[in-house]
C-alpha cells in the first residue's frame, strides 16, 4: 500500500501562486497515477489535475485549466500542483490520490488511496 502525504498550503492572495507537493511511500510510485482533488464543506470532492505513471499525459478540470500544472518526480515519489493566478473559489482543502493503473482517472471513487489533505486559502 502506498502512504500520501501533501504539503505546501497556506494562505495566499488572490492572483499570487502556491505550489502543492504530495510524498508517497510504501509503494512503487511510478505504478500509479496520481491525481489531485479539492473539497469545500458541504460539497463533494471535486477533480483537479490527474497525470500518468510516467508524466506522459496529464489532465485537468476545466475551471483550473490554463493556471494549474501537475507534474511527478518518480525519482523522489513525488507529485507536484503548481497553482498560479489563484481566485478565492480556489479556496478548499487539497487532497492527492494515487490509483494502480495506466489510466487517469477524473472521478474520486477511482482511487483507493488518499493523504490527510492540506488548506488552500485565496483572499479577495
Known amino acids: 500500500q502506498v502512504q500520501l502525504v501533501e504539503s505546501g498550503g497556506g494562505l495566499v492572495q488572490a492572483g499570487g501562486s502556491l505550489r502543492l507537493s504530495c510524498a508517497a511511500s510504501?509503494?512503487?510510485?511510478?505504478?500509479?497515477?496520481m491525481g489531485w482533488f479539492r473539497q469545500v464543506p458541504g460539497k463533494e470532492r471535486e477533480f483537479v489535475a490527474t497525470i500518468k505513471w510516467n508524466g506522459g499525459s496529464t489532465d485537468y478540470a476545466d475551471s483550473v485549466k490554463g493556471r494549474f500544472t501537475i507534474s511527478r518526480d518518480n525519482a523522489k515519489n513525488t507529485v507536484y500542483l503548481q497553482m498560479n493566478s489563484l481566485k478565492p473559489e480556489d479556496t478548499a482543502v487539497y487532497y492527492c490520490a494515487a490509483e494502480p493503473t495506466v489510466w487517469m482517472p477524473r472521478i474520486a471513487r477511482e482511487y483507493d488511496y488518499w493523504g490527510q489533505g492540506t488548506q488552500v486559502t485565496v483572499s479577495s
Open positions: 510504501g509503494g512503487i510510485f511510478s505504478n500509479y497515477a
